[in-house]
């Protein structure tokens, strides 16, 4: 069965800072993988997908298959970025989202 | 963006008794629904998927005769936790797909159910 891992619960940065929030996933085959975030008191919502290969409110991942990692990064952290945020993984091409234990980014001044 | 509406947002009820929570998609129609169960400071689980016209999909280990769904219509979808018992208190989250805008999938905003 397919797995997603946060290691980080938390991850605490000074604004400006880089932040890198991390995931590894297992998986045999070729999944689509996510990242959500979930703003205070708001609703998970859609970051970005690997296959877009696009970059939100300044943030990239990208799909290392070698590694099974699929870490999310922002070269300088804003204070508004202070949110939880989940990996997630479809596989075979459904829609059915497995998700890791997410990683709550504290960005302080 | 599209919007995934759920009700009620909190509910309290007594154990034995049955309480439905409703998931809408209020401006797309989502043949595909999901349910999630959330326990404090864990990872969102699927439970089922709520397909329309069609018995929902459980995940294993979910029990389909105590957590009831139905999609009766194109932009609803129906959890019902019946004889509910204290251990089912939990945050439970919806999505719906939008399988016209790339197969986006939005979420609702959850309802926390206790059950005293």
């Known amino acids: 069965a397919q797995r997603v891992t946060q290691p980080e619960k938390l991850l605490s940065v000074f604004k400006g800072a880089p932040v890198e929030l991390k995931c590894n996933y297992s998986?045999?085959?070729?999944?689509?993988l996510f990242w959500y975030v979930q703003y205070s008191r708001q609703r998970l919502q859609l970051l970005l997908r690997h296959i877009s290969r696009e970059s939100i409110k300044g943030f990239t991942a990208d799909l290392n298959k070698g590694e099974t990692s699929f870490h999310l990064k922002k070269p300088f952290a804003q204070e508004e970025d202070s949110a939880m945020y989940y990996c997630?993984?479809?596989?075979?091409?459904?829609?059915?989202?497995?998700f890791g234990t997410g990683t709550q980014l504290k960005v302080e001044l | 963006g599209a919007v995934v509406s759920q009700h009620p947002s909190r509910v309290i009820c007594k154990s034995g008794t049955s309480v439905k929570i409703e998931c809408r998609s209020l401006d797309f129609q989502a043949t595909t629904m999901f349910w999630y169960r959330q326990f404090p400071k864990q990872s969102l689980m699927l439970m089922a998927t709520s397909n329309e016209g069609s018995k929902a999909t459980y995940e294993q280990g979910v029990e389909k005769d105590k957590f009831l769904i139905n999609h009766a219509s194109l932009t609803l979808s129906t959890l019902t936790v019946t004889s509910a018992h204290p251990e089912d208190s939990s945050f439970y989250i919806c999505?719906?797909?939008?399988?016209?805008?790339?197969?986006?999938?939005?979420f609702g905003e959850g309802s926390w159910l206790t059950v005293v």
């Open positions: 999505s719906a797909l939008d399988s016209l805008s790339g197969n986006t999938i939005y």
């Open positions: 997630a993984l479809t596989t075979g091409g459904g829609n059915k989202l497995t």
């Open positions: 998986y045999s085959g070729s999944p689509e």
